[in-house]
T-cell receptor, first 118, second 112 residues
């Protein structure tokens, strides 16, 4: 079974600065997808960014980018020019691209609470 | 599109009662899932479905039942509520294997 680990329960950053959130995962599969989700105090889960394992190029969405290291099974999220609205819980997630019904499962890490200081 | 709609948003149950959490999506998504979120434990998968008539167990399925008779609906049934089922429940749907899941706004369930 796949596992996702976020080793930073809490992180903080000054407004306009850059912060990196860490995520590692364990899998024996070669084809899969990785995601970062944001959960603000409203509780709504919001997809931030998506990475395909077979693509070496790191995904980027505006101020959000990832550092995907497939061999190390590492998938970190970098937030540039942090804004007060970035304050939230961030979850890393794994989705298999494989057979059976396993591709229906999205496995989450424990989450990292990000605080943004003005 | 309304997206993923969960009802109710809040519910209080007594131990032993049964109830159904409703989930509907209007995006013609094949994949649907139920998660529970507890403090410090992230989101844990309860049950999921890869299409109408096909469901499978997730990480924490005990005490819950699901069925998927239509593409749009994926209800979660609590058979006999226990205090350990106090949690926030999320339903989610996905268009394809490679896309992320779209989440509903959640149901906060308290079992007393």
């Amino acid at each position: 079974a796949q596992t996702v680990t976020q080793s930073q329960p809490e992180m903080s950053v000054q407004e306009a600065e850059t912060v990196t959130l860490s995520c590692t995962y364990d899998t024996s599969e070669s084809d899969y997808y990785l995601f970062w989700y944001k959960q603000p105090p409203s509780r709504q889960m919001i997809l931030v960014i998506r990475q395909e394992a077979y693509k070496q190029q790191n995904a980027t969405e505006n101020r959000f980018s990832v550092n995907f290291q497939k061999a190390a099974k590492s998938f970190s999220l970098k937030i540039s020019d942090s804004q007060l609205g970035d304050a939230a819980m961030y979850f890393c997630a794994y989705r298999s691209a494989g057979g059976g019904t396993s591709y229906g499962k999205l496995t989450f890490g424990q989450g990292t609470i990000l605080t943004v200081h003005p | 599109n309304a997206g993923v709609t969960q009802t109710p948003k809040f519910q209080v149950l007594k131990t032993g009662q049964s109830m159904t959490l409703q989930c509907a999506q209007d995006m013609n998504h094949e994949y649907m899932s139920w998660y529970r979120q507890d403090p410090g434990m992230g989101l844990r998968l309860i049950h999921y479905s890869v299409g109408a008539g096909i469901t499978d167990q997730g990480e924490v399925p005990n005490g819950y039942n699901v069925s998927r008779s239509t593409t749009e609906d994926f209800p979660l049934r609590l058979l006999s509520a226990a205090p350990s089922q106090t949690s926030v429940y999320f339903c989610a749907s996905s268009y394809s294997r490679g896309t992320g899941y779209t989440f509903g706004s959640g149901t906060r369930l308290t079992v007393v």
